[in-house]
């Protein structure tokens, strides 16, 4: 999961006609292709696999994350001795999202309404996004087949402990060795370590509750304090300066 876990949005820009639409279409179908490929490639994978690493892949396959959950993770780098939290959560049931860095962005949603606020500068921007019209590959590879693949099958070398009442898998190849990440015994993420051309950081779980529309309540009230911005370059990513 190294840090953050990123979410992947294709979008096709047609721009009319016979010719531009056929090679959109063909765009899509080899996009829709290589989803099928990657997802021989884990099936083979899995039934190359044994021992640890097989069990750990069992679990990954079949984790179902928790919902609702917020989760308050501590990022830290061991060079400088920069720390910050980050806030994520979800409630699929309720359709809330939020994402983001408290001492800088925050992004909330609830349905297509959504959020941003910079609690630096406390000002925040809103407008709505159609949240249906998101391109969904479920039908042709699983979330969890897709980590699997982008762990294990994207030319880095890992290896795989269990270590009481968790897996330990860490990275062996030259550009991240000895990174890692800790699993519990179900597969639920707890904490990372990356040695790389970014720096050394330490990535952990701090907490993880149900509080989802408790959060957002506060991030709505906690909005109504600010002062708002009509333009989203305002405030997205600047909560990092």
Do not use: C
Request: zero cysteines; glycine letters at 8%; charged letters at 35%.
């Amino acid at each position: 999961m190294k840090r953050i876990k990123e979410v992947l949005l294709i979008g096709l820009v047609v721009f009319g006609g016979v010719y531009l639409s056929a090679s959109s279409s063909l765009g899509q179908k080899d996009y829709e292709n290589e989803l099928r490929d990657r997802k021989t490639k884990v099936e083979e994978y899995l039934g190359k696999s044994d021992g640890v690493e097989r069990e750990f892949l069992e679990k990954i396959l079949n984790h179902e994350d928790e919902n609702p959950s917020v989760t308050l993770r501590e990022i830290t780098n061991d060079d400088t001795g920069e720390t910050f939290e980050k806030i994520q959560a979800v409630d699929k049931e309720n359709n809330i999202d939020i994402d983001g860095r408290l001492d800088g962005t925050i992004f909330f949603r609830k349905g297509n309404e959504r959020f941003w606020i910079d609690t630096k500068r406390e000002t925040y921007y809103t407008d709505t996004f159609d949240y249906s019209k998101n391109h969904n590959d479920d039908g042709i590879i699983s979330r969890n087949e897709s980590m699997i693949y982008d762990k294990f099958l994207s030319g880095y070398d890992k290896e795989v402990e269990k270590i009481g009442d968790t897996y330990k898998v860490t990275s062996l190849d030259d550009l991240n060795k000895g990174s890692y990440d800790i699993y519990d015994i179900e597969g639920n993420w707890l904490e990372s370590f990356t040695d790389n051309s970014q720096g050394r950081w330490k990535d952990k779980l701090v907490s993880k509750t149900t509080d989802v529309n408790e959060t957002y309540e506060k991030l709505l009230n906690l909005k109504d304090t600010y002062t708002k911005v009509d333009d989203l370059g305002q405030i997205k990513d600047k909560g990092k300066k």
